[in-house]
Every structure is written in C-alpha cells, then in structure tokens.
C-alpha cells in the first residue's frame, strides 16, 4: 500500500515518475544528463557560444527592461548572465548541471562578473517557500529551461513566476517553436505521459504560450531572429522569443484574469 499522496506537490512528484528515468531534464535527477550534455565543449551546439540572445540584446537597447535583480532559469554555461551583469544587473543564475555550472564561473570571472551568484539545483526547490531564492525579481530570464519540462510541471512554473516576479517585473523566455522552421515534439500533453518521454523538448505555439502566461500582458512574442555565425549574438529561428510584463499590483493581476476568464468563456460558447 502506498496512499502518500496529500498536497499538490506529492501528485506533481506522483507526476514526474510516469516519464522514464532516462526522460528526466527537469528534477535533480536529470543533472548527470545534463553534465554529460556539457561534457564536450567543443561540440557544434549554437547556444555553446559565448553570446547573448538577440532578443535580450533587443529589449535592453530598446529599453523595455532596465538594470535591476534577475533570476535566471537554466543558465548553462552563463552566457546571458554574464551579459546583464556586465551592464549593471545583480544576477542569480540556477541549473541543475554541476558541469554547467563550472563553465559559467569560468567565463564570469574571465569577464570580470564576478558578483554573478550561481545555484546548483532545481529551480523550483531553490525558489520555494522560505528559500534562497524567494525574490522579487525584476526580470526572470528563461532561454531553453521552459520546454524541457512536462506538462504537469508548467504547474509548478507558474508558481515560480507568482512567488518571485515583483510587480511589474518582466519574464522573457525563449522555447521551441511548433510549426513550419520549428523544433521540438508536437504530441498532445497527454501522449506524452503514454510515450514517458518528452522526445527532447515540447514545441509551442504562440497562441499556446500566450494561454499559458495569459496571466502577464504580453509586450513581445515573435520568431527570434537567425544570427549569422559570426555575429555577436545568438539567434536561431527555430525558437520563440517572448516578454511578458507582470502588472504592478495584485488588483490588476486579479482584473487581468478575470478578463482572460471572460474571454475564454465567450470564446467556449461561440465554439
């Protein structure tokens, strides 16, 4: 007999064990993928190369976010937090992968962005209730975390965002695109618990992601922009890129979503 299951959290763990042990990316179980992932750093991945994300770059010169404290989800090998820390940005970087890890110390302390705080471990563990990294974040910054996790666990993703982003703080993602030039797995959510796996990584598309934070006003979603290989950035155009906006006070967090509620039922009745 095994009835433990009381909480939310004990049915998203429930969760996690109908995927294969082989599948995990997202708890503390799926870092040894992740370090073997890094292992080989000469390996042709783009998001190996020691440049920001053209969407970054864009809102910064374009003034949509300003310095302030940051939360970065799977940071990897650092190269956007060594970005906003070289423009004034205090900066929490997490990721499950020790390896990972390593690499974006060397490179903060090649860069002289030292005061980057790397975190070991999994994001919503070290974002909980009463731990490290309770916030409130100006700016939490998602490049590739968001669509290695399953289904259930946008749960816990949206709990994140409502415990640490301050009011009106940003959240910018970047993810696999569904469609024409995309990447990633198109199965329906409840395939994916039938395959136990996430066949590297769900593939969303705009209006899909804009259900999911349909809690934020939405200020970008767009292709990100191919960047040549020799251009300062990094771009590729199989990804999403989105910037979202919580509101400033709680009120008109309650206002927004009773007004995306209202949609949705009209929209259901016209159906």
């Known amino acids: 007999m095994d009835r433990n299951v009381r909480t939310t959290d004990d049915v998203l763990a429930l969760m996690d064990g109908l995927f294969a042990p082989e599948a995990d990316r997202w708890t503390a179980d799926g870092a040894s993928w992740w370090d073997a992932f890094y292992a080989d750093r000469s390996r042709e991945v783009p998001f190996f190369a020691d440049k920001p994300d053209e969407n970054l770059d864009a809102h910064l010169r374009l003034g949509r976010i300003a310095p302030g404290r940051v939360l970065e989800l799977g940071c990897g090998p650092g190269r956007n937090a060594v970005h906003l820390a070289s423009l004034g940005f205090e900066v929490d970087a997490v990721d499950l992968s020790p390896a990972a890890l390593v690499w974006a110390r060397e490179r903060a302390e090649e860069a002289g962005a030292g005061s980057i705080r790397f975190h070991h471990g999994d994001a919503f563990a070290l974002t909980a209730a009463g731990a490290a990294l309770t916030g409130p974040y100006d700016l939490i910054y998602d490049s ?11 749960i816990s993703y949206l709990a994140l965002l409502e415990r640490c982003l301050a009011p009106g703080g940003h959240f910018a993602l970047t993810c696999f695109a ?8 198109e199965l329906p959510d409840a395939e994916l618990y039938l395959t136990g796996g996430l066949h590297g990584g769900l593939a969303y ?4 992601l804009r259900r999911v934070f349909s809690g934020l006003t939405e200020i970008e979603l767009r292709r990100m922009n191919d960047e040549a290989p020799e251009s300062p950035l990094f771009g590729e155009s199989f990804l999403w890129t989105a910037l979202f906006r919580r509101a400033a006070d709680r009120a008109a967090d309650r206002a927004a979503n009773r007004a995306v509620g209202i949609a949705a039922d009209r929209a259901a009745d016209q159906g």
């Open 178 to 185: 569904a469609g024409e030039g995309g990447m990633g797995s």
């Open 205 to 208: 598309t705009d209006d899909e």
């Open 144 to 154: 590739g975390c968001f669509h290695h996790l399953p289904p259930h666990r946008r």
